[in-house]
C-alpha cells in the first residue's frame, strides 16, 4: 500500500479509510492534532503527474516570496496569466476557495437583505435592440438576421419594469463592457446588482437602502466569513475596511481635494482615477471611513436618464459610492417625464428611435424612481484589499481574455473558423 500511496501524484483524489487517532505528538503539516491510519485507500482521479504548477506554490504570499529572497532560497513564481489559464487548478488555492466563498455569503445577504425590504428579484433580457444607455462600446451581435448586442447595464429594463407597476425591484445578473479598459478594475464581463425603486420625496431614499444593503453585507461577511478572511490574508494581507456611511457632495469632495491634497479638478469634470484615490484617502483620514457617497454630480457627466436638479439644471440628482477610493456603484434619480426625457437622450446623441419602447413605457404615466448599479467583482476586491478584479471573477474576460486556456495560437485559428463558419452562414 505504501509503494501505491507514494505513487500517486499530486492533487489526485483519493478515498481514504482508515482510523482517527490524536498523535502523541504534534505531526507537521497541515493537520497537526490528528491522523489518520490507514486502512486502505482508493484512487478515485488519478492527477497527471506534470502539473502546470503546484497548488503550494500558487499559494505563496509576497511577504514569503520577501523572505525567501533575503534568505537567498528560490520560489517558484506563479504568474497571474499562468494561473488563469489554468483556472480549474488554481481556484485550489485556499485564497482563491476563501474569495468565492466570500462572494457568494455577501451575494446571499444581500439578496436576504433586500427580499426583507419589499424587493422582487427580476431577470431581464441581456440580449438587447440597441445600446442600453450609449456611450460605453458594447459587444454588437447579428440577432437572426437583425442588429443587436449584449446589455451593458440592465437599466433600461428595470425601468420599464417600474412603469410596469411594481414599487422595488433588484437583479443580479452578467454586464457586458466592451470598451477597452486594460485596468486593474475593469473586466468585459462582470456581475452588475442593480436597484430600481419608487422615491417617496427624495433620491436620498436611494443612498439610504445604499448604506443600510452595503453595512449589512459588511457586517454579516465580517460576524461570518471570518475564516475566509483570515485565509485571504495570509496570502494577500490586507487591513479591514471602516464603513461608517458619510455623504458630501461633489462639490465638497472637488473642494476638499483643492484645498487638501492640491488637485484640480476640470470645472463641472469627472474625477480621475487618481483624484478618486486621493480623496478616498483625504475622507479616510478625516472622517474615518473608507465607505462613502458622493451625491449631486454635475448633469453633464451623467447618462440622459439622470433628473435634473430642481434648484439648479447643471446639477443632477446623482450619487457615486466608493470603497477604499475607488468607485463601486454609481446611481441617481431618473428622469420620469417622457418630453424631457427625449429631450436629455437627443442633447446626448442617442437615438431615440433606437429605445422608443422605453421612451413609451413613460407615456402611460409613471411613479418618481430611482435606483443604482454595482459592479459585484468590484466590490469583493476591494473589501478583500486586492489588487485586481480579475481575482473575483471565477473566469475573467477582458478585451484579451476570451476563455480560460487563451492559448494565443487558437484565438486566430478561432477567428478564422468563425468567419469561415459565418460566410457559410450567409452564402449556403
Ligand atoms: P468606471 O468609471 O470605473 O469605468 P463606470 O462609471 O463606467 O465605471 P457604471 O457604468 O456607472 O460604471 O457602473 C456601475 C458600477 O459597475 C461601477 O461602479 C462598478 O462597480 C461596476 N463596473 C462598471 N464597469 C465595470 C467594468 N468594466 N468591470 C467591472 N466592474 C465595472
Redesign the pocket.
Known amino acids: 500500500m505504501v509503494s501505491f500511496a507514494t505513487s500517486l501524484t499530486k492533487e489526485s483524489i483519493v478515498d481514504v479509510e482508515g482510523v482517527i487517532s490524536v498523535p502523541d505528538k504534534l505531526i507537521t503539516g497541515a493537520t497537526q492534532h490528528v491522523e489518520i491510519q490507514v486502512r486502505k485507500l482508493y484512487c478515485i482521479s488519478r492527477a497527471v503527474p506534470n502539473l502546470p504548477f503546484n497548488i503550494e506554490d500558487a499559494s505563496q504570499s509576497k511577504t514569503e516570496f520577501k523572505k525567501a529572497e533575503e534568505s537567498g532560497e528560490q520560489l517558484v513564481r506563479v504568474g497571474q496569466d499562468t494561473k488563469l489559464n489554468n483556472r480549474g487548478l488554481d481556484l485550489r488555492t485556499p485564497a482563491n476557495q476563501a474569495i468565492f466563498r466570500v462572494k457568494s455569503v455577501g451575494v446571499n445577504k444581500g439578496r436576504q437583505f433586500l427580499l426583507s425590504k419589499n424587493f422582487v428579484e427580476i431577470f431581464t433580457p441581456k440580449v438587447i435592440a440597441g445600446s442600453s444607455?450609449g456611450g460605453?462600446e458594447v459587444f454588437k451581435l447579428d440577432y437572426k438576421g437583425k442588429p443587436a448586442c449584449l446589455a451593458?447595464?440592465p437599466q433600461l429594463h428595470k425601468q420599464m419594469t417600474i412603469c410596469g407597476g411594481f414599487d422595488r425591484v433588484f437583479e443580479v445578473g452578467p454586464?457586458f463592457?466592451a470598451?477597452n479598459?486594460y485596468t486593474h478594475?475593469?473586466?468585459?464581463e462582470?456581475v452588475?446588482l442593480d436597484i430600481e425603486m419608487e422615491i417617496k420625496e427624495h433620491y436620498y431614499e436611494v443612498c439610504d437602502i445604499v448604506e443600510e444593503l452595503f453595512v449589512e453585507i459588511f457586517n454579516h461577511l465580517n460576524d461570518n466569513c471570518c475564516k475566509e478572511l483570515e485565509v485571504i490574508k495570509l496570502q494577500y494581507p490586507f487591513q479591514p475596511i471602516k464603513y461608517l456611511p458619510k455623504r458630501l457632495t461633489y462639490d465638497e469632495g472637488v473642494r476638499m481635494l483643492k484645498q487638501e491634497a492640491g488637485v484640480e479638478i476640470e470645472p463641472m469634470g469627472?474625477l480621475s482615477?487618481e483624484a478618486e484615490k486621493k480623496l478616498g484617502k483625504l475622507v479616510s483620514d478625516k472622517y474615518n471611513t473608507d465607505f462613502f457617497i458622493l451625491t449631486k454630480f454635475p448633469l453633464g457627466i451623467r447618462p440622459f436618464y439622470t433628473m435634473p436638479c430642481h434648484d439648479n439644471s447643471e446639477y443632477s440628482n446623482s450619487f457615486?459610492?466608493f470603497l477604499r477610493g475607488?468607485?463601486?456603484?454609481?446611481g441617481s434619480q431618473r428622469i420620469h417625464d417622457p418630453e424631457m426625457l427625449t429631450k436629455r437622450a437627443e442633447q446626448c446623441g442617442i437615438d431615440v428611435e433606437t429605445i422608443s419602447t422605453y421612451m413609451d413605457s413613460f407615456r402611460n404615466a409613471t411613479r418618481l424612481h430611482g435606483g443604482?448599479?454595482?459592479?459585484l467583482?468590484?466590490?469583493v476586491m476591494l473589501f478583500c484589499g486586492l489588487n485586481n478584479?480579475r481575482k473575483c471573477s471565477l473566469f475573467p474576460r477582458d478585451p484579451q481574455r476570451l476563455n480560460p486556456l487563451n492559448d494565443p495560437a487558437c484565438l486566430p485559428m478561432t477567428i478564422l473558423f468563425l468567419s469561415f463558419f459565418s460566410f457559410h452562414l450567409i452564402k449556403p
Do not use: K, M, N, W
Not at 443604482?372 to 459592479?375: D, I, K, L, T
Open positions: 444607455e460605453a451593458q447595464s454586464v463592457r470598451e479598459s478594475r475593469h473586466l468585459c462582470f452588475g469627472d482615477t457615486d459610492v475607488e468607485e463601486i456603484i454609481s443604482f448599479g454595482a459592479g467583482e468590484r466590490i478584479i
